[in-house]
T-cell receptor
Framework: GQQLNQSPQSMFIQEGEDVSMNCTSS?????WLWYKQDPGEGPVLLIA?????ELTSNGRLTAQFGITRKDSFLNISASIPSDVGIYFC??????????????FGSGTQLTVLP | DAGVTQSPTHLIKTRGQHVTLRCSPI?????VSWYQQVLGQGPQFIFQ???????GRGNFPDRFSARQFPNYSSELNVNALLLGDSALYLC??????????????FGSGTRLTVV
């Protein structure tokens, strides 16, 4: 099935460093979402973006909806140990009466070293 | 408030068997979607149900089927299991109010292992 191009695939950073990851698509989306998944759990929504160019923050997390509607990025500032996990981007486009199908990226595995 | 609940949490089945996975959405949510997440990949869309009707289906074989009940809970059925069906099966619920500013809330999933 289709997956978005998400990079990097994995990151090892020191506690306190900033992190950046991005996601690109060959298709246009009108909504971008960023999720975090811990082992054995389902994805948890971090940030939702609904408008091209939109920049939204949630605590130390900041995400942007690309102008072309084909990309998005997520920044995490001043990383802490609990930021460890897998981060997924997801996009969808609403068509009247059709399924609201999320297309996910392949994930970025983040490891924070003390 | 109870979130999205899925059962069972873990399941081991033999090739060729049938499996039924269950999902209860957040109270008030009328839409349920199913996703398959193979190890090392992002979730893949299987089905969405809204008001007990199938709204969409992903690229999965006919061995996969689902239904939604009057209380908005849902079942995912997989027949003739293959080794490749081993995955985490996720259920997500949403309000589907007609505005796109709503969120999908995922359950913790059912880990299916086919041996």
């Amino acid at each position: 099935g289709q997956q978005l191009n998400q990079s990097p695939q994995s990151m090892f950073i020191q506690e306190g460093e900033d992190v950046s990851m991005n996601c690109t698509s060959s298709s246009i989306f009108n909504t971008w979402l960023w999720y975090k998944q811990d082992p054995g759990e389902g994805p948890v929504l971090l940030i939702a973006l609904y408008k091209a160019g939109e920049l939204t923050s949630n605590g130390r997390l900041t995400a942007q909806f690309g102008i072309t509607r084909k990309d998005s990025f997520l920044n995490i500032s001043a990383s802490i140990p609990s930021d460890v996990g897998i981060y997924f981007c997801a996009g969808y486009t609403i068509s009247s009466g059709s399924a609201r199908q999320l297309t996910f990226g392949s994930g970025t595995q983040l490891t924070v070293l003390p | 408030d109870a979130g999205v609940t899925q059962s069972p949490t873990h399941l081991i089945k033999t090739r060729g068997q049938h499996v039924t996975l269950r999902c209860s959405p957040i109270s008030g949510h009328k839409s349920v979607s199913w996703y398959q997440q193979v190890l090392g990949q992002g979730p893949q869309f299987i089905f969405q149900y809204y008001e007990k009707e199938e709204r969409g289906r992903g690229n999965f074989p006919d061995r996969f089927s689902a239904r939604q009940f009057p209380n908005y809970s849902s079942e995912l059925n997989v027949n003739a299991l293959l080794l490749g069906d081993s995955a985490l099966y996720l259920c997500a619920s949403s309000l589907e109010t007609g505005t796109r500013r709503y969120g999908y809330t995922f359950g913790s999933g059912t880990r299916l292992t086919v041996v």
